[in-house]
């Protein structure tokens, strides 16, 4: 997730190099080597598909050298963009930021720029779904992030697996069996008593998708802890947990080596899927089950994102101008749908969600769905940002998750929740 729960394609890359990096405004790089050339940096994590569109930039702007740093995961790239935040040193001019960990910046605007006052006159808030600018926008009202992908959910299963269990595969009845999480969870009870499999992947997987549909994520809107006042929150750990106990999860740590083999050997039937998942069910399934894999574009009790990336300009870039400029260009609908055809990261722009080359787009591997008109769909269901206070993410990948795992591991589901509980509040005091 572009946290440790996204688009993860490939293994981790060394982080001693970006370590290393030094601010991006020294007087080494500003000089370019005597040329006029301003040099500018952006760093980035997972896949974004911008290595084209780096170069493409350049060619535009011959006055511009840009250096790309890339790492391969997203919770060391965020760990060492705090740190380097902190020292108010060694930042990159563009940095990308995961919409998991942005309320750990959110709350720092003071060391990111205002892209309403250093960004390109003709950028304005429209260019993006609402909810999708309202959550790059800090309580003060600093426009911190420009917005790349997001990442509407949808569902994904494997049909011939629900045909061996006689359970219905016509279009309608699927969406009928995806429509809530009572149907959901329904079909699966129905799903591991025919054939004694699971029925989706990993509590943790299903329990982050319920958790992103809520107004307010684990913390209120003033950074409370909300984990024990929100009783939805509860109410969705109950459901889920239930599930795990009837043997409904195949209890698969996600991106792990055996969550990426229990895609080809048909381990679970269904998985959630935002729209940067589907590359990852490709690689992960193999070419042996293509066709088999399907996505439809209903999702239980409406939907919801997961997922999605920011471009801000921090104020330690010694070119804060021409960074928003890159920033501004790198997020237009044309080069967003470029990029989505590169690695199916999807757009957030509005243009770009009505573009005939988005719409159009098909996915031969999940049955030639037109899998841009699918997600695009998906994508306005989403009405408000879900706000996420300080800590949010952290609670997710070290407090719900390595709970609802110890509840896949034999803890009772009231023992996870304590140890959930007592981890959130570790966070977030």
């Not at 928003?324 to 199916?344: D, R, S």
Request: net charge negative; hydrophobic share 35%.
């Amino acid at each position: 997730m572009r946290s440790n729960q996204r688009r993860v394609f490939a293994g981790a890359i060394a982080l001693a190099a970006a370590v290393g990096l030094t601010a991006c405004g020294d007087s080494d790089a500003d000089s370019g080597s005597g040329s006029g050339q301003i040099e500018l940096s952006i760093g980035t994590f997972t896949e974004f598909g911008y290595e084209d569109l780096i170069k493409e930039y350049e060619d535009l702007h011959p006055n511009i050298k840009i250096t790309h740093h890339k790492t391969g995961q997203g919770g060391p790239y965020h760990q060492q963009l705090l740190t380097k935040l902190a020292a108010n040193s060694g930042l990159e001019d563009v940095v990308a930021i995961e919409e998991g960990h942005l309320p750990d910046v959110l709350d720092k605007p003071h060391l990111f720029n205002n892209l309403a006052e250093i960004g390109p006159k003709d950028v304005k808030p429209e260019r993006w779904l609402d909810w999708k600018y309202q959550a790059g926008t800090a309580k003060d009202g600093t426009w911190i992030g420009y917005g790349t992908d997001i990442g509407p959910l949808a569902m994904c299963y494997r049909k011939d697996l629900l045909e061996a269990a006689k359970l219905p595969t016509d279009e309608a009845s699927v969406k009928a069996m995806f429509e809530s999480w009572d149907s959901y969870f329904e079909a699966g009870d129905k799903y591991v008593e025919a054939t004694g499999k699971a029925w989706f992947d990993s509590a943790s997987q299903i329990f982050n998708s319920m958790q992103n549909q809520l107004p307010e994520g684990y913390l209120t809107k003033d950074d409370k802890l909300a984990i024990e006042s929100n009783s939805a929150i509860k109410d969705n750990w109950d459901q889920v947990t239930a599930a795990v106990e009837g043997k409904q999860s195949a209890k698969l740590v996600a991106f792990s080596p055996e969550w990426n083999n229990g895609f080809k050997q048909g381990a679970f039937a269904t998985k959630t899927c935002p729209s940067w998942m589907l590359g990852v069910v490709k690689e992960q399934a193999g070419p042996e089950n293509a066709g088999k894999w399907a996505v439809t574009d209903a999702f239980p009790n409406g939907g919801g994102n997961w997922g999605g990336s920011y471009l801000a300009v921090p104020k330690q870039s010694q070119h804060p101008k021409e960074a928003a400029e890159l920033a501004a260009w790198l997020t237009a609908p044309e080069q967003q749908v470029k990029a989505f055809e590169k690695t199916g990261n999807f757009p957030s722009q509005v243009e770009a969600l009505d573009s005939p080359e988005l719409l159009g787009s098909t996915n031969d591997y999940f049955g030639d769905v037109k899998v841009g008109q699918l997600f695009a769909t998906m994508a306005k269901k989403v009405g408000k940002a879900q706000y996420k206070g300080p800590g949010d993410g952290k609670i997710q990948e070290n407090a719900t998750s390595p709970a609802l795992q110890a509840v896949e591991a034999g803890k009772s589901p009231e023992e996870g929740w304590r140890q959930a509980v007592d981890a959130a509040k570790k966070i977030v005091k």
